[in-house]
């Protein structure tokens, strides 16, 4: 926080210049600051002997609708339509910010005789949206306080789509986006976010204690209100160690007060969080599976859910450096003495190259120890040639021993990036992270 002036009729009112989620902005030193967690920060002055007062709302921000238009709707409902009644926006214009598309309107809501003057402006950049409120009784004393506020407003740079936000179109009618924090998809009212992150739960013991925390993290602080929540036990987990089932659910409001029915679940250890939004349990129940108490689940609809987590690629996504590593080892004991007899292992590495003009260079290298008695054998093998690709499939030629060879091919969103998946068949796989 910075001290600063603000500017007003020929006098000056010291003010302070503060930061929220993805806002500076500027409002009077002393006004009373409230904040509700994960919804807003409030600034207002109640002047008790004249009768009057003035409060400003920052909202924190939420993902956006695709569109300013789009936005700026859903914020006048849930807002002011819900808080005030239904009123028409009278269209201002919007303070300029570079990055962003803005929207601001006011309206007069008179109740029992009293006049409230609302005003609503909101920021999108098609990714992300921010909104901001005020209201007064008395607009004629407050009015350059209010335009001094909404013009102070300086928004950074919001999460933007990984690479651009890849789409796709899957043949049973879902379709998946790629999103900064999630893959987000689709079908009949229906919305499955693929998360990206991975909270750490080895501390925990079993699996409704690593269930609850992760449901703590990452969906609690995103929704307005929680209801009926159930984290399913661990030991009805339909699992083993690695493959047990966590999954929470609950009834929920969203940030705009739209109820919803939240599911929440992973797919053993190295499974990702996968969140379904439903506008009910029974349409959950009816077009993703049940989940019993009990074992008993059919758990293979959920499953199918993380791949949504798939994405076409082109040559031009291929240029660059791309590289993977793998290994494996296997530790031996004598059968009588239990002393230790050495270890076998083999580990690689594969390296790529795809350059602009269609050629491209591979490097393998690995080692091997298979506890023989010939110790640790060395082989690598290079090859340049040309690539191309078609979608999911991609040719590379002169291969081993001058062969081509076709793969098919993909992408996994991640944060900050993405996963290249290569097959051939049976013979071939490999899980490519690009270099910078």
Not at 100 to 114: F, L
Request: hydrophobic share 40%; net charge positive; charged share 20%.
């Amino acid at each position: 926080m910075r001290l600063g002036c603000l500017f007003l009729a020929g006098s000056v009112l010291f003010a302070e210049t503060l930061t929220v989620d993805l806002a500076r902005y500027t409002v009077p030193d002393g006004w009373t600051r409230e904040e509700k967690a994960r919804t807003s920060v409030s600034h207002s002055q109640i002047d008790q002997k004249n009768g009057r007062y003035c409060q400003f709302y920052v909202w924190l921000s939420m993902n956006s609708a695709g569109s300013v238009e789009a936005d700026f709707g859903a914020e006048w409902e849930s807002l002011i339509v819900r808080n005030f009644g239904a009123v028409k926006p009278v269209a201002r214009e919007a303070h300029r910010l570079e990055g962003w598309n803005g929207r601001t309107a006011n309206a007069v809501v008179e109740k029992a005789g009293a006049k409230t003057y609302v005003y609503l402006q909101t920021y999108s950049n098609g990714t992300k949206r921010m909104t901001f409120t005020a209201t007064t009784n008395q607009p004629t004393h407050y009015q350059t306080v209010i335009d001094g506020f909404f013009s102070s407003i300086v928004l950074g740079v919001a999460p933007v789509a990984v690479g651009g936000g890849k789409t796709t179109n899957f043949d049973d009618g879902w379709g998946a986006t790629e999103q900064a924090d999630w893959v987000r998809a689709g079908k009949d009212g229906v919305v499955v976010l693929i998360h990206y992150r991975l909270p750490d739960l080895r501390p925990f013991n079993n699996l409704d204690e690593a269930t609850a925390f992760a449901w703590n993290q990452m969906v609690v602080p995103r929704y307005r209100s929680l209801s009926n929540v159930w984290i399913r036990r661990s030991f009805w987990s339909d699992g083993d160690a690695f493959h047990g089932k966590y999954f929470a659910q609950a009834d929920a409001r969203d940030r705009d007060g739209k109820p919803v029915f939240i599911a929440f679940f992973k797919d053993g250890t190295y499974g990702k969080w996968i969140e379904v939004i439903a506008p009910d349990k029974a349409t959950f129940q009816r077009r993703v599976t049940a989940v019993q108490q009990l074992d008993g689940t059919n758990w293979e609809p959920l499953v199918k859910l993380g791949g949504l987590n798939k994405f076409a690629v082109t040559a031009g996504d291929l240029v660059g450096n791309w590289e993977s590593a793998s290994g494996a080892a296997v530790q031996y004991y004598e059968v009588y003495t239990g002393n230790n007899a050495g270890m076998a292992y083999a580990s690689s590495t594969e390296s790529f190259a795809f350059r602009p003009d269609g050629t491209y260079t591979s490097v393998y290298k690995g080692a091997q120890n298979l506890q023989d008695g010939r110790g640790t054998r060395f082989h690598g093998e290079t090859s340049t040639g040309r690539f191309s690709v078609n979608n999911w499939e991609m040719t590379l030629t002169n291969r081993f021993q001058g062969a081509t060879h076709k793969f098919a091919v993909q992408f996994e969103a991640v944060k900050g990036g993405r996963i290249l998946h290569v097959y051939r068949g049976n013979i071939e796989e490999l899980h490519l992270f690009k270099r910078q």
